[in-house]
Nanobody
């Protein structure tokens, strides 16, 4: 499975950005997906996750109500719409995928469950 993330950039506080993660490879469409982020000097943390068909979603408390994860099953792409951005959202954002998820409602909140990772895209929010 290969993951290609795009859409990062520089935005002012209160602005929006949309990240996309395209997946390819065998069984990539059958994986649960997630977005993580890592700020300088901090551990990588989960931002949002979705089940392989996009039926169920999960959001970390610090982005709930501001970020939206959605999956385009036809394109096998997962997007992260980020609204009302704040400087604390500044980080490198990574998309990730689990191995094949037989349960269509399964999503993963444990980083150890994700086997495949994209290259990361920088998001910088200025105050």
């Amino acid at each position: 499975v290969q993951l290609q993330a795009s859409g990062g950039g520089l935005v002012q506080a209160g602005g929006s950005l949309r990240l996309s993660c395209a997946a390819s490879g065998r069984s990539s469409s059958a994986a649960a997906r997630g977005w993580f982020r890592q700020a300088p000097g901090k551990d990588r943390e989960l931002v949002a996750a979705t089940s392989r068909l996009g039926i169920r979603t999960y959001y970390a408390d610090y982005v709930k109500g501001r970020f939206t994860i959605d999956k385009d099953n036809a394109k096998n792409t997962v997007s992260l719409q980020m609204d009302s951005l704040i400087p604390d959202d500044t980080a490198v954002y990574y998309c990730a995928a689990t191995t094949l998820a037989t349960n269509p409602t399964y999503y993963a909140t444990d980083e150890a469950a994700y086997r495949y990772w994209g290259q990361g895209t920088q998001v910088t929010v200025s105050s």
